[in-house]
């Protein structure tokens, strides 16, 4: 299933209707890009014993995510490996747990330390096996949302737990760094590329403007009003949007550009060397792939459902997500949703 965009919209134009997506009963075991370029077929990755998961990211081999136990009893991370097939349960700090980034050895994700208790952040060796947690910045709980290298990013409660700041953590030194306001009370840090953080911030005026901190020289940018939401980066590109349309902007020029017609809603969720993944929504929700050179688009597979849900892709092109399974009646389009890859094909 195919629609030719331009480059770089990220804001879909129209042009789905109700189930105009992957059709519910048909076969769903792939989807094709452009005719004799890729097709991708899904898989599904199964769960910890329980009836739902959902993966939320990729790094070379390994995708991680969160799964219900056996009874359906709790909810832990896991970490699954491609190339043996096998899903790996990585415990919690106390109670209820999931992943929400790998790189290399390293599996940082939360975890509430009671079933009425605080959050924390939580890195995972996947050779020793150690569950470390990573603190706070004085208060008590942490939200983890980005990545990179030995460099994990996020959301922490100061002293108090009346105000969050962004910070960044070194796996390596573990070593927790605030990484302050644009002269507000409050930050919170979305994303991570090389030493490029981007999120929001409160400024000394109490607006609201998207930023990028550089955690190698202290510069932080203002991105303006336009970079509310969802903040991504790759390189030197910031993508983010302010509820209604996305826009880019260069980190070189401090340039910035609309993305897309604003008619429909697409929420990207990585971008990743030249493809973007994430769902699009108009009125239902379907998981796609784009490249940003020549905006070919292409919707992902369910599981035999109707929905499914991208959020990230490795180097390889594999996508990473969640798909529903077939309905098990007949007044839900969709059964339990399952963690799932989607794996590239080059057909002729």
Request: net charge negative; glycine share 16%.
């Amino acid at each position: 299933m195919r629609i030719r965009l331009r480059a770089w919209i990220l804001v879909a134009a129209g042009l789905l209707a109700v189930g105009a997506g992957p059709a519910y009963g048909a076969d769903t075991s792939s989807a094709e890009s452009a005719a004799g370029s890729v097709r991708y077929t899904v898989q599904d990755l199964g769960t910890l014993g329980g009836t739902r998961s959902k993966a939320t990211a990729i790094d070379g081999n390994t995708v991680v995510g969160s799964s219900l136990t056996r009874g359906d009893a709790a909810e832990h991370a896991f970490a699954y490996d491609l190339r043996r097939h096998t899903m790996t349960d990585l415990g919690t700090l106390g109670h209820s747990s999931q992943a929400t980034g790998v790189a290399g050895d390293y599996v940082v994700g939360e975890s509430d330390l009671s079933a009425d208790g605080p959050t924390h952040g939580f890195a995972y060796n996947v050779r020793t096996r150690r569950l470390v947690d990573i603190g706070t910045l004085g208060g008590s709980s942490t939200n983890i949302t980005g990545l990179n290298g030995d460099t994990v990013v996020g959301t922490s409660s100061l002293s108090g737990d009346v105000v969050t700041h962004a910070f960044a953590y070194n796996l390596r030194t573990r070593k927790m760094t605030d990484l302050g306001t644009l002269g507000g009370s409050s930050s919170t840090a979305n994303d991570i590329s090389g030493s490029t953080v981007v999120g929001q911030s409160r400024t000394a005026g109490n607006g609201l403007t998207g930023y990028a901190y550089d955690l190698r020289t202290g510069i932080r940018t203002d991105l303006g009003a336009h970079f509310l939401t969802a903040q991504l980066i790759s390189g030197g590109t910031v993508v983010g949007g302010d509820g209604l349309l996305a826009s880019s902007f260069d980190l070189m020029t401090h340039t910035s550009a609309v993305i897309g017609s604003g008619r429909g809603v697409t929420e990207v969720k990585q971008i990743s060397g030249n493809l973007m993944v994430g769902d699009n929504f108009a009125p239902n929700s379907f998981a796609f792939v784009a490249r940003i050179d020549d905006g070919d688009f292409t919707y992902l597979a369910s599981l035999g459902g109707l929905n499914s849900s991208a959020t990230q892709v490795n180097g390889h092109g594999v996508v990473a997500g969640s798909a529903a399974l077939p309905s098990a009646g007949p007044f839900t389009a969709n059964g339990p949703f399952h963690a799932a890859v989607w794996v590239p094909h080059t057909v002729s």
